[in-house]
């Protein structure tokens, strides 16, 4: 099978500098790149090495994918359980 191309990213590099009230400004060149603007949520996730700042409509996209994949996962081991034949024997009981 002939390998695809990976998608070229391209990586901003950019300093920003806090304020007294811990503020920072987001350079408008990736604002623009990640259509942020003004009045959108941001979530900032610290995993106590890196900063990670991504636009609230992303983390909740991926939250909801992960959703999804997880209760499908859940569905499949629960019709296992239930389709099981080796558990029809307990209706013999009732």
Sequence with gaps: MPRRPLKKRTKLVR???????GQIVLPAEIREIHGVSEGDELVIVSDGERILIEP????VE??????DYLTAAAERSLKEL?????????????
């Design 15 to 21: 300093t920003v500098t806090v304020s007294a009230k």
């Design 56 to 59: 609230e409509s992303r983390v």
């Design 62 to 67: 991926a939250l909801a994918d992960e959703f």
């Design 82 to 94: 239930w389709d099981n034949d080796a558990d029809e024997i307990w209706d013999h009981y009732a």
